[in-house]
T-cell receptor, first 114, second 115 residues
Framework: ETGVTQTPRHLVMGMTNKKSLKCEQH?????MYWYKQSAKKPLELMFV???????ENNSVPSRFSPECPNSSHLFLHLHTLQPEDSALYLC?????????????FGSGTRLTVV | AQSVTQLDSHVSVSEGTPVLLRCNYS??????LFWYVQHPNKGLQLLLK??????LVKGINGFEAEFKKSETSFHLTKPSAHMSDAAEYFC?????????????FGPGTRLSVLP
């Protein structure tokens, strides 16, 4: 375990469903991130939270809605997704935004939209 | 703006032979550089990092990388490949933007290790 825990590990959902991905870290980090990893595409930064405040939203469609209730928890709420949203969603945390010390990643949630 | 190029999308080596994964970057400032490894269906694990100290950086599992500013390179090497090294490897540059530090990932290099 890296210290960043993501649940669930796998998720299959229909296009009309609503589901949420959860990320939790107890490393004392202040910044948390959502990344999307699709087959044969570079890692895409989706959202950045620093001290619970969203500092970046990289033109992510509104069907993805992040929530950061505290510095240890990060959620990604999903609704009316499309098949092309199927991917591995990775959560990461760091001590300070983009610190020189690197990110700690969770194991990801493999999402399949049917 | 910073960017990262990983020159090979796929590298295949035999077990016991050396590994070389190439990475070149562009950056406006003095960057920090990282290599991450991702095994199938897993998250990314930090292998090693360069943060303006020694230019030759040693990481986990016998990997090392050398920062060469004149060549803007940060290639990853290992003297002898093991079957468990088969994975995807990402080179990352951390640079400054208006928000502070920004991570930029390379596209990744898939390493195959043949018996």
């Amino acid at each position: 375990e890296t210290g960043v825990t993501q649940t669930p590990r796998h998720l299959v959902m229909g296009m009309t469903n609503k589901k949420s991905l959860k990320c939790e870290q107890h490393l004392g980090h202040n910044a948390m991130y959502w990344y999307k990893q699709s087959a044969k595409k570079p890692l895409e930064l989706m959202f950045v939270y620093n001290f619970k405040e969203q500092t970046e939203n990289n033109s992510v469609p509104s069907r993805f809605s992040p929530e950061c209730p505290n510095s240890s928890h990060l959620f990604l709420h999903l609704h009316t997704l499309q098949p092309e949203d199927s991917a591995l969603y990775l959560c990461a945390s760091s001590q300070g935004r983009g610190t020189v010390y690197g990110y700690t990643f969770g194991s990801g949630t493999r999402l399949t939209v049917v | 703006a910073q960017s990262v190029t990983q020159l090979d999308s796929h590298v295949s080596v035999s077990e016991g032979t050396p590994v070389l994964l190439r990475c070149n970057y562009s950056s406006s400032y003095s960057p920090s550089l990282f290599w991450y490894v991702q095994h199938p269906n897993k998250g990314l694990q930090l292998l090693l990092k360069y943060t303006s100290a020694a230019t030759l950086v040693k990481g986990i599992n016998g990997f090392e990388a050398e920062f060469k500013k004149s060549e803007t390179s940060f290639h990853l090497t290992k003297p002898s490949a093991h079957m468990s090294d088969a994975a995807e490897y990402f080179c990352v540059v951390s640079d400054r933007d208006n928000y502070g530090q920004n991570f930029v990932f390379g596209p990744g290099t898939r390493l195959s290790v043949l018996p």
